[in-house]
């Protein structure tokens, strides 16, 4: 199984300035890496698939970078709605598995 | 509009079937491409994949959980059912079920259910 390390586990930042969450695989997953925001009592919502293509209506302030086993995910100017947790989920060989996530909170 | 809607037992006690329905509605898994899959998140923790099922009736299973999952689809009825057996306290989460990104191969959740929430308690 392949194991997906994100880090770092907290991120805290003001409004306005840049993200930037890592998520390393234990192995190669080529592009299959997707990347998801969670907020309390809500579902996870889509950001990005295949390593950086956004997922429909994301804004063009999150990108995602990859491939192979170290990827990125980039909030350029952080909105007051951004504060949430991240996730970071591949598939290979028909196995999925998710990160343990990034919590941005505001500083 | 795609929506998807989870519904079960909120409380199962150890040892017992969970049986969760997920209906959906906006698409076809009888469409080419089309995946749904269940998620569950315990309390305060991360998301963990259980169970997917494709258009062509294509089954994979977590290897962790494999042994105590079954998932199935009625087509006519747009559900997909997940049943979890020997159920323990640690399986206690909210549940979700969720459409795949077709486009991409079924390597992306892209719609999301609301959840439902399981409790495992004597």
């Known amino acids: 199984e392949i194991v997906l390390t994100q880090s770092p586990a907290t991120l805290s930042l003001s409004p306005g300035e840049r993200a930037t969450l890592s998520c390393r695989a234990s192995q190669s997953v080529s592009s299959y890496l997707a990347w998801y925001q969670q907020k309390p009592g809500q579902a996870p919502r889509l950001l990005i698939y295949?390593?950086?293509n956004r997922a429909t209506g994301i804004p063009a302030r999150f990108s995602g970078s990859g491939p192979g086993t170290d990827f990125t995910l980039t909030i350029s100017s952080l909105e007051p709605e951004d504060f949430a947790v991240y996730y970071c989920q591949q598939r290979s060989n028909w196995q999925l598995t998710f990160g343990g996530g990034t919590k941005v909170e505001i500083k | 509009q795609v929506t998807l809607r989870e519904s079960g037992p909120a409380l199962v006690k150890p040892t017992q079937t969970l049986t969760l329905t997920c209906t959906f509605s906006?698409?076809?898994?009888?469409?080419?491409?089309?995946?749904v899959s269940w998620v569950r998140q315990p309390p305060g923790k991360a998301l963990e994949w259980l169970a997917l099922i494709d258009w062509d009736d294509d089954k994979y299973y977590s290897t962790s959980l494999k042994t105590r999952l079954t998932i199935s689809k009625d087509t006519s009825k747009n559900q997909v059912v997940l049943t979890m057996t020997n159920m323990d306290p640690v399986d206690t989460a909210t549940y979700y079920c969720?459409?795949?990104?077709?486009?991409?191969?079924?390597?992306?959740?892209?719609?999301w259910g609301q959840g439902t929430m399981v409790t495992v308690s004597s």
């Open positions: 969720a459409r795949m990104l077709a486009v991409a191969a079924c390597d992306a959740f892209d719609i």
């Open positions: 906006g698409f076809s898994l009888s469409t080419s491409g089309m995946c």
């Open positions: 295949d390593a950086s």
